[in-house]
């Protein structure tokens, strides 16, 4: 992008006139003929010249400023302020040169431009209309498909499924998708399909997208895992859904098939979790270890929270659950060594998500007050204050769990490799823009 300083010119709540100047030449004699001699003959001629529009900056009734406006300097003004984060302010520029140069020769570029900016304004329905016009002027071009991945990204974010699932199957049939985007378009279809609830579409993607990756990776440099990773870890989500769905039923041998299923489910499910671990992508790291921890807790209450058969006296109830709670408390210490992992995989990623950081805290803050609560009766004064003190989670808390012997969540070092992390902890479906510009 090329680098030009910002107009120092633009003050708040200025009304913005755009005026096209014609200049006719025939206005006064003195001014387009000038003197003549006998021998010379006045010819009067009109002549229309077309000059630049201008913009008047106006401030209380009266014109404080004027700006002659030229395609070139409208899109790379519009373009600094884009690479600035003052959206508003790019938005401004491209819709005037839009409107002032509609034939101009970066009339798409800033189509497609203005578009993305919409995109980091949120207003995502703008953003699609524009796309659609790229797609209509401009078919079969560079814009048309980087377009096409765009608008996919917006149905995905304005929840329309269905037509995500239409644009990315188209793209999926094209033969000039380079591998790295090749990886966007089937994993961002089995995201689609996943928020359809077609479990079976869903997994097909994922799994295309994961053989993919892993027969490209030792050929050639992708420059990106983050679709890998996300295809990994939606096939866990898959089963932690299923999982999760579950519920125990109140005969004995119901509840023997309910608890067997729900094991199967979730080992499966923390399966995943850790190959998408191993990829190394932060973003996914960060969440898949979240919802190991999660599953754990799940797990837990659902078997607290499982009918106690229905024979026995109250006596034997209190007994039965004393039991229970005593059988199924390494399930809250699995818990507890996910989360404690995932502040430490946060630190060492450097991951800034802090909804998710907030999230992680809190379970711990919950899971230890519940230790401390329904299984430390009368706990020594000493182990009691260790408890307490590990209430609010400290850089540290992380740190004691990589001591553990038998670690079942063991961390690499950070991939080296470009990592699309994005800033919000909801999975995101899609690759950083390309904002162009060059005509």
Same mark, same amino acid.
């Given at each position: 992008?090329? *680098?030009?300083?910002?107009? +120092?010119?633009?003050?708040?709540?200025?009304?913005?006139?755009?005026?096209?100047?014609?200049?006719?030449? $025939?206005?006064?004699?003195?001014?387009? !003929?000038?003197?003549?001699?006998?021998?010379?003959?006045?010819?009067? $001629?009109?002549?229309?010249?077309?000059?630049?529009?201008?913009?008047?900056?106006?401030?209380?009734?009266?014109?404080?400023?004027?700006?002659?406006?030229?395609?070139?300097?409208?899109?790379?003004?519009?373009?600094?302020?884009?690479?600035?984060?003052?959206?508003?302010?790019? =938005?401004?520029?491209?819709? =005037?040169?839009?409107?002032?140069?509609?034939?101009?020769?970066?009339?798409?570029?800033?189509?497609?431009?203005? $578009?993305?900016?919409? %995109?980091?304004?949120?207003?995502?329905?703008?953003?699609? @209309?524009?796309?659609?016009?790229?797609?209509?002027?401009?078919?079969? @071009?560079?814009?048309?498909?980087?377009?096409? #991945?765009?608008?996919?990204?917006?149905?995905?974010?304005?929840?329309?499924?269905?037509?995500?699932?239409?644009?990315? !199957?188209?793209?999926?049939?094209?033969?000039?998708?380079?591998?790295?985007?090749?990886?966007?378009?089937?994993?961002?279809?089995?995201?689609?399909?996943?928020?359809?609830?077609?479990?079976?579409?869903?997994?097909?993607?994922?799994?295309?997208?994961?053989?993919? #990756?892993?027969?490209?990776?030792?050929?050639?440099?992708?420059?990106?895992?983050?679709?890998?990773?996300?295809?990994?870890?939606?096939?866990?989500?898959?089963?932690?859904?299923?999982?999760?769905?579950?519920?125990?039923?109140?005969?004995?041998?119901?509840?023997?098939?309910?608890?067997?299923?729900?094991? *199967? %489910?979730?080992?499966?499910?923390?399966?995943?979790?850790?190959?998408?671990?191993?990829?190394?992508?932060?973003?996914?790291?960060?969440? !898949?270890?979240?919802?190991?921890?999660?599953?754990?807790?799940?797990?837990?209450?659902?078997?607290?929270?499982?009918?106690?058969?229905?024979?026995?006296?109250?006596?034997?109830?209190?007994?039965?659950?004393?039991?229970?709670?005593?059988?199924? =408390?390494?399930?809250?210490?699995?818990?507890?060594?996910?989360?404690?992992?995932?502040?430490?995989?946060?630190?060492?990623?450097?991951?800034?998500?802090?909804?998710?950081?907030?999230?992680?805290?809190?379970?711990?803050?919950?899971?230890?007050?519940?230790?401390?609560?329904?299984?430390?009766?009368?706990?020594?004064?000493?182990?009691?204050?260790?408890?307490?003190? *590990?209430?609010?989670?400290?850089?540290?808390?992380?740190?004691?769990?990589?001591?553990?012997?038998?670690?079942? #969540?063991?961390?690499?070092?950070?991939?080296?490799?470009?990592?699309?992390?994005?800033?919000?902890?909801?999975?995101?479906?899609?690759?950083?823009? @390309?904002?162009?510009? +060059?005509?």
């Amino acid at each position: 992008m090329l *680098s030009i300083r910002p107009s +120092r010119h633009i003050q708040r709540a200025l009304r913005v006139d755009v005026v096209r100047l014609s200049l006719m030449m $025939a206005l006064a004699s003195g001014f387009l !003929s000038g003197c003549t001699t006998s021998s010379q003959v006045r010819i009067s $001629a009109k002549k229309t010249v077309q000059a630049d529009p201008m913009v008047f900056y106006a401030k209380d009734g009266k014109v404080v400023h004027v700006e002659q406006m030229h395609p070139k300097s409208l899109f790379e003004h519009a373009g600094e302020s884009f690479q600035t984060k003052d959206y508003n302010k790019a =938005r401004l520029y491209y819709m =005037r040169l839009l409107t002032a140069f509609p034939q101009s020769s970066y009339r798409h570029l800033a189509i497609y431009n203005l $578009a993305l900016t919409y %995109e980091r304004l949120q207003q995502h329905p703008h953003a699609i @209309t524009l796309y659609h016009r790229i797609l209509k002027e401009r078919p079969d @071009t560079e814009e048309s498909r980087d377009a096409q #991945f765009r608008l996919g990204a917006a149905y995905l974010i304005t929840k329309r499924f269905q037509d995500a699932v239409k644009i990315y !199957s188209e793209l999926a049939e094209r033969k000039d998708v380079e591998t790295s985007d090749q990886l966007e378009v089937l994993g961002s279809l089995g995201l689609a399909y996943y928020h359809l609830k077609n479990e079976v579409m869903a997994e097909d993607a994922f799994r295309r997208t994961l053989r993919l #990756f892993h027969s490209a990776k030792s050929k050639q440099y992708l420059g990106n895992d983050y679709f890998a990773a996300m295809a990994q870890f939606y096939l866990g989500r898959l089963h932690d859904d299923r999982f999760r769905a579950r519920a125990f039923q109140a005969d004995k041998d119901s509840m023997k098939k309910d608890l067997n299923y729900k094991a *199967s %489910e979730l080992l499966t499910a923390q399966a995943h979790y850790l190959r998408a671990i191993r990829i190394r992508n932060p973003r996914w790291v960060v969440s !898949s270890l979240f919802q190991i921890g999660e599953m754990y807790r799940q797990m837990y209450d659902d078997m607290m929270r499982a009918p106690i058969p229905k024979h026995l006296n109250q006596e034997e109830k209190q007994i039965y659950a004393d039991m229970l709670k005593k059988k199924i =408390r390494v399930l809250l210490d699995k818990a507890i060594v996910a989360f404690e992992k995932n502040l430490q995989a946060a630190e060492n990623y450097g991951v800034q998500d802090d909804e998710i950081i907030k999230k992680t805290q809190q379970q711990l803050l919950s899971l230890r007050s519940l230790i401390l609560k329904e299984h430390l009766q009368g706990p020594s004064e000493q182990e009691a204050r260790r408890i307490r003190e *590990s209430f609010q989670p400290k850089p540290s808390d992380s740190s004691r769990s990589s001591a553990r012997s038998g670690d079942p #969540f063991p961390l690499t070092q950070p991939s080296t490799r470009p990592s699309g992390l994005p800033s919000s902890s909801a999975p995101a479906p899609f690759s950083a823009p @390309t904002h162009r510009s +060059r005509p």
